[in-house]
């Protein structure tokens, strides 16, 4: 496609729930990146790819926060034992090259943990 | 470490006239990238507007345009002849590198017709 594709666009977990979020960037992109949206904030970085390899997790809040992008493209973050705080919208962002100078967006997914 | 603060939580414009939006910036870099994204309700995050911190002409995107002073550390929006299109969350961030964004809390902007 010719954008950023995130799916699902909602999704609602109970508690203790597993979820999986996945992210199509656009086609050749080598930079993949994952944030974070609370409500009324702005985005904060989860983790960072470059083709296959993960090169930055640093922004997972914790080790249920588990992302794969396992042949360079398609992404997955994966939240195991899901709970309240982590309601919030994961937007899925690509950029050309290793230099992170114009990302693309997707639309998010919006996960509620009730 | 990199921050991002827009000190202006929600800000108002009538349709057809100007509105600046502020933001400061504190990193140690000297080559570095300031971005305004838009964000509408659809949620999608829309780069408004791009500036390199080594170009010291102040970067313009039709009716928009950013007043870059990088002394100060400083990075505001002026969005001319305001539509009600422009009505969204609007995010200042900073990148340097391959590093990640950096994004400010937003700012609420509302043109009232």
């Known amino acids: 496609g010719a954008g950023v594709s995130q799916s699902p666009r909602y999704k609602v977990a109970k508690r203790g729930q597993d979820v999986a979020l996945r992210c199509d960037p656009i086609?050749?992109?080598?930079?993949l990146f994952w944030y974070q949206q609370a409500l009324g904030q702005g985005p904060e970085f989860l983790t960072y790819?470059?083709?296959?390899?993960?090169?930055?997790k640093s922004g997972l809040p914790s080790d249920r926060f588990f992302a794969e992008r396992p042949e360079g493209s398609v992404s997955t973050l994966k939240i195991q034992r899901t709970q309240q705080e982590d309601s919030a919208v994961y937007l899925c962002?690509?950029?050309?090259?290793?230099?992170?100078?114009?990302?693309?967006f997707g639309q998010g997914t919006r996960l509620t943990v009730v | 470490a990199q921050t991002v603060t827009q000190s202006q939580p929600e800000m108002s414009v009538q349709e057809a006239e100007t509105v600046t939006l502020s933001c400061t910036y504190d990193?140690?870099?000297?080559?570095?990238?300031l971005f305004w994204y838009k964000q509408p309700p659809s949620r999608q995050m829309i780069l408004v507007i791009r500036?390199?911190?080594?170009?010291?002409q102040n970067a313009t995107e039709n009716r928009f345009s950013v007043n870059f002073q990088k002394a100060a550390k400083s990075f505001s929006l002026k969005i001319s002849d305001s539509q009600l299109g422009d009505t969204a969350m609007y995010f200042c961030?900073?990148?340097?590198?391959?590093?990640?964004?950096?994004f400010g809390k937003g700012t609420k902007l509302t043109v009232n017709p």
């Open positions: 962002a690509s950029s050309r090259g290793a230099m992170n100078t114009e990302a693309f």
């Open positions: 086609s050749g992109h080598v930079s």
């Open positions: 790819f470059q083709n296959e390899a993960q090169l930055d």
């Open positions: 990193t140690s870099e000297s080559n570095y990238y």
């Open positions: 500036q390199e911190a080594y170009k010291q």
């Open positions: 961030a900073l990148v340097y590198g391959s590093e990640k964004l950096v």
